[in-house]
């Protein structure tokens, strides 16, 4: 099976949803990791802070630059993510519907690269 990255996406300076949405979010994405589970589709997941809090470090040279600040100065960003096993892409599509719907989010799906036969 090929693994996909189910990247959720956000938007900077859009409306928090109220409380009562934003649990129900959390309900339903428990819910949507638990069926991927129970599956045998799920790798890995995890929801991230957002892009205010990362650092970026860059190579110059045979030294590093370390910035506060993410990689690229966007209103996009990466909100969390989904690594799945799926059949075909068809079949991770199929789950990143189920997960944008649970997280109310747009999710972008990515194949990994495979590993060269050696």
Do not use: H, S
Request: hydrophobic share 45%; proline share 8%; aromatic share 10%.
């Amino acid at each position: 099976m090929k693994q996909y990255l189910l990247a959720v996406n956000g938007v900077q300076g859009e409306p928090t949803p109220p409380d009562d949405t934003v649990q129900q979010m959390y309900a339903a994405v428990d819910a949507f990791n638990t069926e991927l589970q129970d599956a045998g589709a799920w790798v890995f997941a995890g929801g991230l802070f957002p892009p205010d809090v990362a650092t970026t470090v860059r190579p110059q040279g045979d030294d590093v630059l370390v910035t506060d600040g993410p990689f690229a100065e966007t209103k996009e960003y990466l909100g969390g993510f989904w690594v799945i096993k799926a059949e075909d892409l068809d079949a991770a599509l199929a789950w990143a519907k189920k997960g944008a719907l649970a997280c109310q989010g747009a999710v972008e799906v990515r194949p990994f690269q495979e590993e060269p036969e050696a």
